[in-house]
């Protein structure tokens, strides 16, 4: 399974763009990255995915390199509700059901 | 977004008893379910993924004579622990894939529940 590699921990301002990082170097040809991401004792969210291009939605844009080896998660304004634990997945493809692995996330902090 | 909800949010019994903990979707069908532990500051543990009509398939070191998963309608799925201890005491989060776009598992947004907080005495 392809693994991702997070930073543990990232401080934004709210009101400025958060940026994510996620390396996921051994990524194959038809796994999509996802990112959720989860409030304190509640259900992880569904943020966003995709597969090559560049996604936008209501809640923020995914831009994945052209060797797909590492993505960018944008919040385009931070606000103090962003506050979370961000996770990005490689999910895996055949034969698997597409399951979800969880790895350790990253901890932003929105701060006023 | 899909709606995924679980009954109940949270649950205190005794040790020695069984615990049933219910996943819906409630504005899809979803053929396939996950479930989900989660100690605190942990993250999320897959435990088993269920599909409907058919046996679920556990995550090794995942007992399935203790955690059984029933998923008898593609809107339902079931977690009991059976003779719950205290070291099961967990928060147990449960999702299912919307694969009304694409039907390929991997490529579908998958929804999680709010999670069902659990406590052993």
């Known amino acids: 399974d392809a693994k991702t590699t997070q930073p543990p921990s990232m401080d934004c301002a709210e009101g400025r763009a958060a940026n994510l990082p996620c390396n996921h170097s051994t990524i194959s040809g038809n796994e999509y990255v996802y990112w959720y991401r989860q409030i304190h004792s509640q259900g992880p969210q569904y943020i966003i995915h995709g597969l090559k291009n560049n996604e936008t939605n209501e809640m923020a844009s995914l831009i994945i390199t052209e060797d797909r080896k590492s993505s960018t998660l944008i919040l385009p304004h931070a606000t103090l509700r962003d506050t979370a634990v961000y996770y990005c997945?490689?999910?895996?493809?055949?034969?698997?059901?597409?399951?979800?692995?969880f790895g350790a996330g990253t901890q932003v902090v929105v701060t006023p | 977004g899909a709606v995924v909800s679980q009954h109940p949010s949270r649950v205190i019994c005794k040790s020695g008893t069984s615990v049933k903990i219910e996943c819906r979707s409630l504005d899809f069908q979803a053929t396939t379910m996950f479930w989900y532990r989660q100690f605190p500051k942990k993250s999320l543990m897959l435990m088993a993924t269920?599909?409907?009509?058919?046996?679920?398939?556990?995550e090794q070191g995942v007992e399935k004579d203790k955690f059984l998963i029933n998923h008898a309608s593609l809107t339902l799925s079931t977690l009991t622990v059976t003779s719950a201890h205290p070291e099961d005491s967990s928060f147990y989060i449960c999702s299912a894939d919307d694969n009304r776009n694409s039907g390929r598992p991997w490529a579908d947004t998958q929804y999680f529940g709010p999670g069902t907080r659990l406590t052993v005495l």
């Open positions: 997945i490689v999910r895996v493809a055949l034969g698997s059901w597409g399951k979800l692995q």
């Open positions: 269920s599909n409907e009509g058919s046996k679920a398939t556990y």
